[in-house]
Nanobody, 121 residues
Framework: VQLQASGGGLVQAGGSLRLSCAASGRTFSSYAMGWFRQAPGKEREFVAA????????YYADSVKGRFTTSRDNAKNTVYLQMNSLKPEDTAVYYC???????????????WGKGTLVTVSS
């Protein structure tokens, strides 16, 4: 599975962005997908995850209620809708795939190149 995240950019605090992660490969729908982020000088951290069917979603406490992940298996795409953005959300965001839902970066099988999100105060 090859992944490519897009949709990052510069936004003011309180604004919204929607990230997309396009996947290639016919097995996309069999993978759970995760979103992670890495701020400068910090470790990569879990943001959100979605099961292969889209029926279950999971979020880090820091984004719960503000971010929503979804997927369209027909389009081989997973999304991360980010609302009420805060300066501390500034990071490079990555999408990743794994056979089951996991929140540990080391457990993910495939990674896309990240997309930078910058939230100004």
């Amino acid at each position: 599975v090859q992944l490519q995240a897009s949709g990052g950019g510069l936004v003011q605090a309180g604004g919204s962005l929607r990230l997309s992660c396009a996947a290639s490969g016919r097995t996309f729908s069999s993978y759970a997908m995760g979103w992670f982020r890495q701020a400068p000088g910090k470790e990569r951290e879990f943001v959100a995850a979605i099961s292969w069917s889209g029926g279950s979603t999971y979020y880090a406490d820091s984004v719960k209620g503000r971010f929503t992940t979804s997927r369209d298996n027909a389009k081989n795409t997973v999304y991360l809708q980010m609302n009420s953005l805060k300066p501390e959300d500034t990071a490079v965001y990555y999408c990743a795939a794994a056979p089951t839902v996991v929140a540990i970066p080391a457990a993910m099988d495939y990674w896309g190149k990240g997309t930078l999100v910058t939230v100004s105060s």
